[in-house]
């Protein structure tokens, strides 16, 4: 009886001597998008542009304004629409507002000038990095009649690593917009 006990005892020391059992590290989700193909947006505004086929075209609440939706990214791009009446200043006023209503969240705020003199399109890119509520937003005017406004939007808790490969394939996709846009003569 005793023989089997340390027979048993011994067996299982043996088995058990190995390698130490390690957790496996969690894994990471890999979000892998398919490269775009642009077709131009066509309307009854002041204004075209070439977006992702990857995204959809829903209009908003007002004339002219639109969502761009990534749904398989819970995403939307919110393109706005005014036209200037002698208040330029003021539209460019709200837009920066917008913006910086996110400092609280966002890390940084990188700003970028735009200019395309002989498609009279200017405007001001902006990414936010950090846990901001919109990572990408921007503006578009002429300076004399038309003003264009877009912000990106994800539907669920801003979580910046998490994020990245979306928000990079739409910030790819809004500079597409911004090199596309056009007026309407």
């Known amino acids: 009886m005793?023989?089997?006990?340390?027979?048993?005892?011994?067996?299982?020391?043996?088995?058990?001597?190995?390698?130490?059992s390690v957790p496996k590290p969690y894994g990471e989700l890999r979000l892998e998008y398919p490269a775009p193909r642009y077709q131009k947006f066509e309307n009854?505004?002041?204004?075209?542009?070439?977006?992702?086929?990857?995204?959809?075209?829903?209009?908003?609440?007002?004339?002219?304004?639109?969502?761009?939706?990534?749904p398989q990214m819970k995403a939307k791009v919110f393109v706005t629409y005014y036209p200037i009446q002698n208040d330029f200043a003021e539209h460019i006023k709200e837009a920066e507002k917008m913006v910086?209503?996110?400092?609280?969240?966002?890390?940084?705020?990188?700003?970028k000038s735009f200019?395309?003199?002989?498609?009279?399109?200017?405007?001001?890119f902006y990414e936010l990095?950090?846990?901001?509520?919109?990572?990408?937003?921007?503006?578009?005017?002429?300076?004399?009649?038309?003003?264009?406004?877009?912000?990106?939007?994800f539907n669920t808790r801003p979580k910046p690593d998490s994020l990245a490969p979306a928000v990079n394939y739409i910030k790819n996709?809004?500079?597409?917009?911004?090199d596309s846009f056009e007026w309407k003569k």
Do not use: R
Not at 101 to 111: F, G, L, M, R
Not at 135 to 142: E, G, K, V
């Open 173 to 178: 996709d809004m500079k597409h917009l911004l």
């Open 100 to 111: 910086y209503e996110h400092t609280i969240k966002a890390s940084s705020i990188d700003t």
């Open 2 to 20: 005793i023989k089997k006990v340390i027979f048993i005892f011994v067996s299982l020391l043996l088995i058990s001597c190995g390698k130490d």
């Open 129 to 153: 990095k950090g846990q901001s509520a919109s990572n990408l937003q921007f503006y578009i005017t002429d300076s004399t009649k038309h003003f264009v406004t877009a912000y990106l939007y």
């Open 44 to 70: 009854n505004c002041a204004y075209t542009f070439e977006y992702s086929d990857f995204a959809t075209i829903t209009a908003a609440k007002k004339p002219c304004w639109y969502y761009l939706n990534y």
């Open 115 to 124: 200019e395309y003199p002989e498609k009279k399109v200017y405007g001001n």
